[in-house]
């Protein structure tokens, strides 16, 4: 098992080494370049499991995984929003009258 952590390392490494000199030099924006930085330091969190997924294109399972990577940052927003809303409403998610709800 280790052998196969350490082969996708090695390609996890090539991989980002390739998107950091072709892809991250184009992005003019500085928040694109965040979220880009933001969306690798997610990949080799989750080395263990990307690698370990059986897709054999390496970049089809970085795009899977930062799909659902996105998917959870929102789910987390969303719960967060619900709860500024909760507290700026007095208890309930908008500011509509009880009686329309």
Not at 5 to 16: C, G, H, P, Q, Y
Not at 53 to 72: E, K, R, T, V
Not at 78 to 85: A, D, H, N, S, V
Request: charged fraction near 35%; aromatic fraction near 8%; charge should be positive.
């Amino acid at each position: 098992m280790g052998r196969i952590t350490n082969s996708f390392r090695i390609k996890l490494d090539e991989a980002v080494a390739r998107l950091r000199s072709e892809l991250y030099s184009l992005l003019v924006d500085k928040n694109r370049r965040r979220a880009f930085e933001k969306v690798v330091k997610s990949w080799y969190e989750e080395a263990n499991a990307i690698g370990a997924f059986s897709q054999p294109y390496i970049y089809g399972s970085l795009a899977i995984f930062s799909a659902i990577d996105l998917q959870a940052q929102i789910d987390e927003l969303r719960r967060e929003i619900k709860e500024l809303r909760m507290k700026v409403n007095g208890g309930r998610l908008d500011n509509r009258p009880e009686d329309k709800e």
